[in-house]
Nanobody
Framework: QVQLVESGGGVVQTGGSLRLSCTGSGRSFRNFAMSWFRQAPGKEREFVAGHKWAGGSPYYVPTVKDRFTVSRDNDGNAVHLQMNSLRPEDTAIYYC?????????????????WGQGTQVTVSS
């Protein structure tokens, strides 16, 4: 019954913007880490951005830090990713994940719940 549902993916040109959203249901995520991961074709899944808990400081992979902004709703049950200045190398399936105090916030192996993924394609 616990679910994470992503939305907001699509196709944009280089330099464009997208806003991804992920809403959790079935339990409270207020004290959970909620983060975004992505996986490009032929590449390993990587951490993109997230929070250790609602109200906590955001963390970003260096390649997106100046372009993406991650945010949490006040109730902690949703996470968003505003992506600006998109590049072709940002093309990937983006997944949201939630976990109860993951030992390593940047490692997907410590997260408990995952969304279905949303495709982001950036054309040149």
């Amino acid at each position: 019954q616990v679910q994470l549902v992503e939305s907001g993916g699509g196709v944009v040109q280089t330099g464009g913007s997208l806003r991804l959203s992920c809403t959790g249901s079935g339990r409270s995520f207020r004290n959970f880490a909620m983060s975004w991961f992505r996986q490009a074709p032929g590449k390993e899944r990587e951490f993109v951005a997230g929070h250790k808990w609602a109200g906590g400081s955001p963390y970003y992979v260096p390649t997106v830090k100046d372009r993406f902004t991650v945010s949490r709703d006040n109730d902690g049950n949703a996470v968003h990713l505003q992506m600006n200045s998109l590049r072709p190398e940002d093309t990937a399936i983006y997944y949201c994940a939630a976990g109860d105090r993951p030992y390593e916030y940047y490692s997907g192996r410590y997260y408990d719940y995952w969304g279905q993924g949303t495709q982001v394609t950036v054309s040149s």
